[in-house]
């Protein structure tokens, strides 16, 4: 998480905002570090969209193992999760499992 807490100081006016979309583990490392935290589920972009505000510095994917069948959906899905990021100017960070 130094690479947000940096990244939030140098492009977000310090500060550091996370959303970590998961399919449901938390990772408690990030609640404990983070000033404004929000989970949501992984998969549904209007969340992650909804959960993004101004102190927002990293969005943080918690990539579970997929499914094969479900690819398509997964990268629509972590194409608009980095779309968002660089309109925005936030940090992705993905973290798969």
Known sequence: MMHA????????????????????????MIESMATDFCQVPFGDLAAVDAAVDSRTVAIVLEVPSSDPCAAPAFSDYV????KLCRELNILLIRNDA
């Open 5 to 28: 807490r940096k990244w939030g100081e140098r492009h977000r006016r310090g500060a550091f905002g996370i959303v970590v979309a998961s399919s449901g583990r938390s990772d408690s």
């Open 79 to 82: 194409e608009g999760v980095e």
